[in-house]
C-alpha cells in the first residue's frame, strides 16, 4: 500500500469506547457535521446525529461489524485510514506492516496496539513517533505487558503516565478509563503510595457527562467495594458504599452489562445485611437486601460463577433466617435447603471453616424448626471443623446453641417451649464473615 498525503485530525475518539468501535480513525475533512460528530465521540458520547461520511463508524458502534467492514472495503484501495479500520474490525489477512506504513508516523504504532490487543503478536508497541491519544493507548499496551510480567508497580506508572498524556490531549473519557484501570490494578497488587478510591472518583468525574454507562458503572461498583472494606474498619459509614451500588444499578440493567448489575445487587445486600437492625423500619431494607440478592441470582449460576454464587446463597439464607416474618416457618425451610446446596460446593472446594459457618447457621435453623436431631449432626460438626481450626469465638456461639437445644428437650425427647435463641443468632454473629461480597 502506497502512502499518500492523509490529514487526520487531534484529537481522535480513541480508546474511550470499547475495541473495535472505540479504535476506528476518521480521516480529515472540513464536513461540519463530520466534526461535529467526531466532536462528541471525543468526549464519550454517541453523536446525536450521524453524518453519511461516517456510516461505517455508525455501524460499528451499533455492533454491525460486518456491514462496517463493507463500508470500509468500498473505499479506494490506497485509503489508509479505511484500510485501518478494516483491519481494527477485522484483523484476519491483514499486513499490519503495510498498514504501518501507509499511515502517517504519530498513528502507526496504533497499528501494533491493536495487533498486541488481539492477540497477533506478543511484543507490545513501542512508542515511536506517537503522542497524545495514541500516546495514552501506547502506554495502556505496555502497561498491560508489564502486568503479564507480574511487574505491578511499572504497570502503574505507565497507566498514571497514560490517563496524563490523556488528559493533556484533551481525551478526558479516555483519561477517566485509564485511572480507572490504575485503581484496580493498585487496589489489587496493594500497591505501595496509591490512592485507588481518589483515582476512581477522579475517574468518575472525568466520565460524568460521557454516554459510557458500563465503565462508569463499574467504576460505581469497584468504589462501592472499596468503601465497603473500609467500612468494615470502621473508616467510613457502610452507606457510602451502598451509594456506590446504587449508583451501579441506576446505570445499567441486567440485559446491557449482566455481571456488572448481578454484582451491585449482590453487594447491596450484602451491605445491608451487614447493617445492624434496630428499628422496626429496617427491616423494609431486610426485604430490599433479599430482593437484590435473588436478583443477583439470577446471573450468577452455580455452575458459571460458583463463588458469586456461594455468596448470595448464604446471604439469602442468612437473612431467611433472621429477619421477622409471618411466614417464618417457610423461610427457614427455605434457608436451609439453601445451606444444604452451598454444603455441596463448600465440600468440594476446600474451604473448612466457610464449611463449619454453613453447617453452625444450617443447625441453628434447623434447631428453630424443632428437627433437633439432624440440627445437633450440623452443629457437631460445625463445632469440630471450628476447633480444629482454633476459631474459639464460633466455637463458643456453637456450643451456646447446643446448650439451649439441650434445654429444650426433656428426657422423654419430647420439646419444651422457649428458650432457644431468635432465629439467626449464628446467623448474625457470622454475617459480618460470610458476607464478604464480590
Same mark, same amino acid.
Given at each position: 500500500m502506497n502512502r499518500r498525503q492523509i490529514t487526520i485530525d487531534r484529537p481522535q475518539p480513541l480508546g474511550a469506547f470499547p475495541l473495535p468501535?472505540?479504535?476506528? !480513525?476518521?480521516? /480529515? *475533512?472540513?464536513?461540519?457535521?463530520?466534526?461535529?460528530?467526531?466532536? &462528541?465521540?471525543?468526549?464519550?458520547r454517541q453523536p446525536t446525529t450521524w453524518p453519511a461520511a461516517m456510516t461505517g463508524h455508525r455501524l460499528a458502534h451499533e455492533g454491525m461489524h460486518d456491514a462496517a467492514v463493507e463500508i470500509f472495503a468500498a473505499e479506494p484501495a490506497d485509503d489508509a485510514v479505511a484500510a485501518y479500520n478494516r483491519f481494527v474490525i477485522d484483523p484476519a489477512g491483514a499486513d499490519p506492516a503495510a498498514l504501518r506504513a501507509a499511515l502517517p508516523d504519530a498513528f502507526a504504532p496504533l497499528v501494533d496496539v491493536i495487533a498486541y490487543a488481539v492477540g497477533m503478536t506478543d511484543q507490545p508497541p513501542l512508542e515511536d513517533a506517537a503522542?497524545?491519544?495514541?500516546?495514552?493507548?501506547?502506554?495502556?499496551?505496555?502497561?498491560?505487558?508489564?502486568l503479564d510480567a507480574g511487574d505491578t508497580s511499572s504497570a502503574a506508572d505507565l497507566l498514571r503516565r497514560a490517563a496524563d498524556v490523556a488528559e493533556e490531549a484533551s481525551a478526558t473519557p479516555l483519561a477517566g478509563v485509564l485511572l480507572g484501570n490504575l485503581a484496580v490494578v493498585a487496589h489489587d497488587h496493594r500497591l505501595a503510595d496509591a490512592d485507588p478510591v481518589a483515582d476512581i472518583r477522579r475517574a468518575l468525574k472525568l466520565l460524568? *457527562?460521557?454516554?459510557?454507562?458500563?465503565?462508569?458503572?463499574?467504576?460505581?461498583?469497584?468504589?462501592?467495594? !472499596?468503601?465497603?472494606? =473500609?467500612?468494615?474498619?470502621?473508616?467510613?459509614?457502610?452507606?457510602?458504599?451502598?451509594?456506590?451500588?446504587?449508583?451501579?444499578?441506576?446505570?445499567? /440493567?441486567q440485559s446491557d452489562a449482566p455481571h456488572v448489575w448481578a454484582a451491585a445487587n449482590l453487594n447491596l445486600g450484602t451491605a445491608y445485611l451487614t447493617m445492624p437492625m434496630i428499628e422496626a423500619?429496617?427491616?423494609?431494607?431486610?426485604?430490599?437486601?433479599?430482593?437484590?440478592?435473588?436478583?443477583?441470582?439470577?446471573?450468577?449460576?452455580?455452575?458459571?460463577?460458583?463463588?458469586?454464587? %456461594? %455468596?448470595?446463597?448464604?446471604n439469602l439464607a442468612n437473612a431467611l433466617v433472621y429477619t421477622p416474618s409471618t411466614h417464618q416457618g417457610d423461610n427457614l425451610v427455605d434457608a436451609v435447603e439453601r445451606y444444604e446446596e452451598v454444603l455441596e460446593l463448600r465440600e468440594r472446594d476446600g474451604d473448612p471453616v466457610g464449611r463449619a459457618r454453613i453447617?453452625?447457621?444450617?443447625?441453628?435453623?434447623?434447631?428453630?424448626?424443632?428437627?433437633?436431631?439432624?440440627?445437633?449432626?450440623?452443629?457437631? &460438626?460445625?463445632?469440630?471443623?471450628?476447633?480444629?481450626? &482454633?476459631?474459639?469465638?464460633?466455637?463458643?456461639?456453637?456450643?451456646?446453641?447446643?446448650?439451649?437445644?439441650?434445654?429444650?428437650?426433656?428426657?422423654?425427647?419430647?420439646?419444651?417451649?422457649?428458650?432457644?435463641? =431468635?432465629?439467626?443468632?449464628?446467623a448474625r454473629l457470622r454475617a459480618a464473615q460470610e458476607s464478604e461480597g464480590v
Open positions: 468501535a472505540g479504535y476506528l !480513525l476518521v480521516a /480529515g *475533512t472540513d464536513d461540519p457535521e463530520v466534526t461535529q460528530a467526531v466532536a &462528541e465521540l471525543v468526549a464519550g503522542k497524545g491519544e495514541v500516546l495514552a493507548l501506547v502506554l495502556a499496551a505496555r502497561a498491560s505487558a508489564w460524568a *457527562t460521557t454516554d459510557l454507562a458500563v465503565a462508569r458503572a463499574e467504576l460505581h461498583l469497584q468504589l462501592g467495594l !472499596l468503601l465497603h472494606a =473500609e467500612a468494615a474498619s470502621g473508616r467510613v459509614p457502610l452507606t457510602d458504599a451502598v451509594d456506590q451500588y446504587y449508583s451501579a444499578l441506576q446505570l445499567v /440493567g423500619s429496617d427491616q423494609l431494607r431486610a426485604g430490599i437486601a433479599m430482593q437484590a440478592l435473588r436478583a443477583s441470582l439470577e446471573v450468577f449460576t452455580k455452575d458459571e460463577h460458583p463463588q458469586e454464587w %456461594s %455468596s448470595a446463597q448464604m453447617l453452625a447457621n444450617q443447625g441453628n435453623a434447623l434447631a428453630h424448626l424443632g428437627v433437633f436431631d439432624h440440627a445437633k449432626a450440623k452443629l457437631y &460438626e460445625a463445632r469440630f471443623l471450628f476447633e480444629e481450626h &482454633e476459631d474459639h469465638d464460633s466455637v463458643m456461639a456453637v456450643r451456646s446453641v447446643l446448650d439451649e437445644i439441650a434445654k429444650q428437650t426433656v428426657p422423654d425427647g419430647a420439646p419444651r417451649v422457649g428458650g432457644l435463641p =431468635e432465629p439467626g443468632e449464628v
